[in-house]
């Protein structure tokens, strides 16, 4: 008897568990569906239209992001390289005119023989410290053509200026 009953209870559990599935079935089943305003159908084609244009078209394409896109300072490709060497004693620069050619990468070796000199190329953003009977150098992209001014900042007449021409 013990054997039926436990039978019994082993029957009762399967039709509660198949009951629980057929109401939650009806219950899901039968939910009201949520309605839709007629703003969301406006922007619908808006959305699908946006979603084309950000969906990869092949693996390992790189999606579009809210993030800024670099620009380019150049779009001349760096056709070679140029160095130019320059003595600074006695507050003057030897030779005082130079020039190079636009897209070229300039290497300005500044030596100073008598002190510690601070040069400056302003219209690129440049300047450094060059000490006292030691070498130093300026190193740049011709990003624009004419003439510039590179100068001493620090204790130096007005005189202690060279120029830079950058040519097409």
């Given at each position: 008897?013990i054997?039926h009953?436990?039978d019994i209870?082993?029957i009762i559990f399967?039709?509660?568990?198949i ?6 079935f009806?219950?899901f089943?039968?939910s009201?569906q949520?309605?839709?305003d007629t703003?969301?159908?406006?922007l619908?084609p808006?959305i699908?239209?946006?979603q084309?244009n950000?969906s990869?078209k092949s693996?390992?394409?790189i999606?579009?992001t809210a ?7 150049l779009?001349?490709?760096?056709t070679?390289r140029?160095?130019?060497e ?5 507050n003057t ?6 020039s190079g ?18 040069i400056?190329?302003?219209d690129f953003g440049l300047?450094?410290?060059i ?6 150098f300026i190193?740049?992209q011709?990003?624009?053509t ?7 900042l620090?204790?130096?007449?007005d005189?202690?200026r060279?120029?830079?021409?950058i040519?097409p």
């Amino acid at each position: 008897m013990i054997k039926h009953l436990k039978d019994i209870k082993i029957i009762i559990f399967i039709i509660l568990v198949i009951c629980a599935f057929i109401l939650s079935f009806f219950f899901f089943s039968n939910s009201p569906q949520p309605k839709t305003d007629t703003k969301a159908k406006e922007l619908k084609p808006a959305i699908e239209k946006l979603q084309e244009n950000t969906s990869p078209k092949s693996f390992g394409e790189i999606l579009p992001t809210a993030a800024p896109k670099l620009i380019p300072t150049l779009k001349i490709p760096a056709t070679k390289r140029k160095m130019i060497e320059i003595v600074i004693n006695n507050n003057t620069f030897t030779p005082k005119d130079i020039s190079g050619e636009l897209g070229q990468i300039i290497t300005l070796v500044f030596s100073a023989q008598d002190k510690t000199y601070r040069i400056s190329l302003s219209d690129f953003g440049l300047s450094r410290e060059i000490p006292a009977n030691n070498n130093g150098f300026i190193e740049f992209q011709a990003t624009k053509t004419g003439k510039f001014i590179f100068n001493c900042l620090d204790n130096c007449p007005d005189s202690s200026r060279g120029t830079l021409t950058i040519l097409p």
